[in-house]
C-alpha cells in the first residue's frame, strides 16, 4: 500500500478543550494535527492545504456538520471524515455516513478510541488515492531493476544515485524504448521518497479538452459536466513522485503553468481561486530533442532550462551490445517466473547480438516473450525468432538462420500441434487436415511417442 508519511489531520471542534487535546495528545511524528474552532476557520484551512482525515463536531457555533461535511467532500475529495457527536445526536451521525463519512465517535471518548478511528480513516483514505493512482497511471508495471554492465549504463548508474539524493527535477532521455520508466523508478527508490507513492502519467494520453483538469483538479460548478470536485495528479502525487512521461507533448499554456509549479511547489485547481501546497519529487522523460522543439517555438524556453537542470541521457541498446546477454537473461528468468527459466541457443544469441534493435529493449523483450511461447523443451532457438532479426543477421554475416529440413519441420509441426491439443490425435488430425491412420504412420515415422 502506498503511504504518504505522517497523517495529515484537521480537528474542527468549537469546544477549545477539544483542540488542545488534539494538539498535544494526537500530534506525533507520524500525525500533522491542525485545528479549527469554527465552520469558516476550517473552510479556509481546507481551500489551502490538504488532508487525509478530518474529525468533525456536529454542532459549531457558526454552522452545522453536515453542511461542513458536504463542502469538504468538495474541497478534500480523497479525505476521510470521522464525525464527533452527542449521545443525542446518533441519527445526525448516521445521516453524515449516508453523506459519505466515514465513521462518527460520541462524547465522551477515550483517547485510544479516536486514535483508533483516525488510523482506519486514514488506510481507507490512502486506498483512495492509491486507487485513483491506478487508474490514472497508464503505464505498464515496470522493470524496477537497471540492467546492464556496459560503461554506459554505469554512467547512467552513477548519476542516478547522485541525483536521487537531491530534491532536482530530472528529466531522462533516449529514444523510445531504451528504459526510461525503469531509470525514474530507480530515482524514486532511491530518493527520500521511496516507499512512497510514484504517479505515472504519459503526457501523449492526455485528454486535451481536459488536460488542465487532469493534471490540477477542479473544483466542483469549474465548467458543465463538472458535477463534484476532484483531485489532479498534483494532488495524487503530494508528498510522493511524479513521473510525466512524453513531457514534449505537453502544449504551450500547460507548459508555463507546470513551470510555475516546479518554481513554487504551488498550483491552483481549475476553479480555485486559493493556491494549495504540494511536495513532489517531479521526474520526465521525452523522446524529442526538447533544445530544437524551443528553437521551433513549440516548447516553453525557461521550462526547458528548468527541467535540464539534472538530465540523464541513455543510449540505445546498438551502441551497448554487451548489455544484450544480461537483459536477455533477466528477461528469460522474468517474464514468466512461474516455469523454469528458459534458456537461449547459441545462434539465437548470435542473432540478438548482430541485430541493431530499433525498438531498443522493448524491442528485446517482446522478442524473448513472443519466442518463449513459440520454443519448445525450454529452449530459444533462431527459428523462434521474427524473420527480420534473422535476415538482418544473415546480412551482417553474424548469424546464420537455423536450417530445418521438410521432415524436420512436418516433425515439428506434428509434435506443436500434439502438444496444443493435448495428445488428443482425432483433434491433431483435423488440426493438420490428415487422416488419423496417416498421423499414426508419421508419428511412428518420426518415434513420437504416443
Same mark, same amino acid.
Given at each position: 500500500?502506498?503511504?504518504?508519511? $505522517?497523517?495529515?489531520?484537521?480537528?474542527?471542534?468549537?469546544?477549545?478543550?477539544?483542540?488542545?487535546?488534539?494538539?498535544?495528545?494526537?500530534?506525533?511524528?507520524?500525525?500533522?494535527?491542525?485545528?479549527?474552532?469554527?465552520?469558516?476557520?476550517?473552510?479556509?484551512?481546507?481551500?489551502?492545504?490538504?488532508?487525509?482525515?478530518?474529525?468533525?463536531?456536529? /454542532?459549531?457555533?457558526d454552522?452545522?456538520?453536515?453542511?461542513?461535511?458536504?463542502?469538504?467532500r468538495?474541497?478534500?475529495?480523497?479525505?476521510?471524515?470521522?464525525?464527533?457527536?452527542?449521545?443525542?445526536?446518533?441519527?445526525?451521525?448516521?445521516?453524515a455516513?449516508?453523506m459519505?463519512?466515514?465513521d462518527?465517535?460520541?462524547?465522551?471518548?477515550?483517547?485510544?478510541?479516536?486514535?483508533?478511528?483516525?488510523?482506519?480513516?486514514?488506510?481507507?483514505?490512502?486506498?483512495?488515492?492509491?486507487n485513483?493512482?491506478?487508474?490514472?497511471?497508464?503505464?505498464q508495471?515496470?522493470?524496477?531493476?537497471?540492467?546492464?554492465?556496459?560503461?554506459?549504463?554505469q554512467?547512467?548508474?552513477?548519476?542516478?544515485?547522485?541525483?536521487?539524493?537531491?530534491?532536482? %527535477?530530472?528529466?531522462?532521455?533516449?529514444? &523510445?524504448?531504451?528504459g526510461?520508466?525503469?531509470?525514474?523508478?530507480?530515482?524514486?527508490?532511491?530518493s527520500?521518497?521511496?516507499?512512497?507513492?510514484?504517479?505515472?502519467?504519459?503526457?501523449?494520453?492526455?485528454?486535451?479538452?481536459?488536460?488542465? &483538469?487532469?493534471?490540477?483538479?477542479?473544483?466542483?460548478?469549474?465548467?458543465?459536466?463538472a458535477?463534484?470536485?476532484?483531485?489532479?495528479?498534483?494532488?495524487?502525487?503530494?508528498?510522493?513522485?511524479?513521473?510525466?512521461?512524453e513531457?514534449?507533448?505537453?502544449?504551450?499554456?500547460?507548459?508555463?503553468?507546470?513551470?510555475?509549479?516546479?518554481?513554487?511547489?504551488?498550483?491552483?485547481?481549475?476553479?480555485?481561486?486559493?493556491?494549495?501546497?504540494?511536495?513532489?519529487?517531479?521526474?520526465f $522523460?521525452?523522446?524529442r530533442?526538447?533544445?530544437?522543439?524551443?528553437?521551433?517555438?513549440?516548447?516553453?524556453?525557461?521550462l526547458?532550462?528548468?527541467?535540464?537542470?539534472?538530465?540523464?541521457?541513455? %543510449? %540505445?541498446?546498438?551502441?551497448?551490445?554487451?548489455?544484450?546477454?544480461?537483459?536477455?537473461?533477466?528477461?528469460?528468468?522474468?517474464?514468466?517466473?512461474?516455469?523454469?527459466?528458459?534458456?537461449?541457443?547459441? /545462434?539465437?544469441?548470435?542473432?540478438?547480438m $548482430?541485430y541493431?534493435?530499433?525498438?531498443?529493449?522493448?524491442?528485446?523483450?517482446?522478442?524473448?516473450?513472443?519466442?518463449?511461447?513459440?520454443?519448445?523443451?525450454?529452449?530459444?532457438?533462431?527459428?523462434?525468432?521474427?524473420?527480420?532479426?534473422?535476415?538482418?543477421?544473415?546480412?551482417?554475416?553474424?548469424?546464420?538462420?537455423?536450417?530445418?529440413?521438410m521432415?524436420?519441420?512436418?516433425?515439428?509441426?506434428?509434435?506443436?500441434?500434439?502438444?496444443?491439443?493435448?495428445?488428443?490425435?482425432n483433434?491433431?488430425?483435423?488440426?493438420?487436415?490428415?487422416?488419423?491412420?496417416?498421423?499414426?504412420?508419421?508419428?511412428?515415422?518420426?518415434?513420437? %511417442?504416443?
Open positions: 500500500m502506498y503511504t504518504t508519511g $505522517a497523517i495529515n489531520l484537521l480537528v474542527v471542534d468549537d469546544e477549545s478543550s477539544i483542540c488542545r487535546l488534539a494538539e498535544k495528545e494526537l500530534a506525533t511524528a507520524s500525525r500533522m494535527v491542525t485545528t479549527a474552532n469554527t465552520a469558516r476557520e476550517a473552510v479556509a484551512i481546507s481551500e489551502k492545504q490538504d488532508f487525509d482525515v478530518v474529525v468533525l463536531d456536529v /454542532r459549531l457555533p454552522g452545522h456538520g453536515l453542511t461542513l461535511l458536504e463542502q469538504f468538495n474541497s478534500l475529495p480523497d479525505a476521510e471524515v470521522v464525525m464527533i457527536t452527542g449521545y443525542s445526536e446518533v441519527s445526525v451521525a448516521v445521516e455516513m449516508k459519505g463519512a466515514y462518527y465517535v460520541t462524547k465522551p471518548f477515550t483517547l485510544e478510541k479516536i486514535k483508533l478511528v483516525i488510523e482506519k480513516a486514514y488506510q481507507a483514505s490512502i486506498l483512495r488515492r492509491e485513483r493512482i491506478l487508474r490514472t497511471s497508464t503505464s508495471k515496470p522493470m524496477r531493476t537497471l540492467i546492464g554492465h556496459s560503461l554506459a549504463m554512467r547512467v548508474g552513477y548519476l542516478i544515485d547522485k541525483v536521487a539524493r537531491t530534491k532536482a %527535477p530530472v528529466l531522462i532521455t533516449g529514444e &523510445s524504448g531504451v526510461k520508466d525503469v531509470v525514474a523508478n530507480a530515482v524514486h527508490d532511491n527520500a521518497c521511496a516507499g512512497k507513492k510514484l504517479v505515472v502519467k504519459n503526457c501523449g494520453t492526455f485528454n486535451k479538452d481536459l488536460l488542465r &483538469s487532469e493534471l490540477f483538479g477542479y473544483r466542483k460548478g469549474a465548467f458543465t459536466g458535477m463534484e470536485s476532484q483531485d489532479g495528479l498534483l494532488s495524487l502525487a503530494n508528498n510522493g513522485s511524479l513521473f510525466l512521461d513531457v514534449g507533448e505537453l502544449p504551450l499554456d500547460v507548459q508555463s503553468m507546470l513551470l510555475r509549479v516546479l518554481e513554487t511547489q504551488k498550483y491552483r485547481r481549475v476553479g480555485d481561486t486559493e493556491e494549495r501546497s504540494v511536495n513532489i519529487r517531479f521526474l $522523460a521525452t523522446n530533442d526538447l533544445a530544437k522543439e524551443v528553437e521551433a517555438r513549440r516548447f516553453n524556453e525557461a526547458y532550462h528548468r527541467l535540464n537542470i539534472f538530465r540523464i541521457e541513455i %543510449p %540505445p541498446l546498438r551502441e551497448r551490445k554487451e548489455d544484450i546477454p544480461v537483459l536477455t537473461e533477466y528477461f528469460l528468468g522474468h517474464l514468466h517466473p512461474e516455469i523454469s527459466p528458459y534458456k537461449i541457443s547459441k /545462434r539465437a544469441s548470435e542473432c540478438f $548482430a541493431r534493435w530499433p525498438g531498443n529493449v522493448r524491442e528485446l523483450r517482446n522478442v524473448i516473450e513472443r519466442a518463449i511461447i513459440l520454443s519448445d523443451n525450454e529452449l530459444l532457438t533462431a527459428h523462434s525468432l521474427p524473420p527480420e532479426i534473422i535476415e538482418s543477421e544473415g546480412e551482417n554475416n553474424e548469424c546464420d538462420a537455423e536450417y530445418l529440413t521432415e524436420q519441420n512436418e516433425k515439428e509441426l506434428i509434435l506443436r500441434v500434439l502438444n496444443i491439443v493435448g495428445n488428443n490425435r483433434q491433431a488430425s483435423k488440426m493438420l487436415h490428415i487422416g488419423r491412420k496417416t498421423l499414426y504412420r508419421k508419428m511412428r515415422k518420426f518415434n513420437i %511417442p504416443g
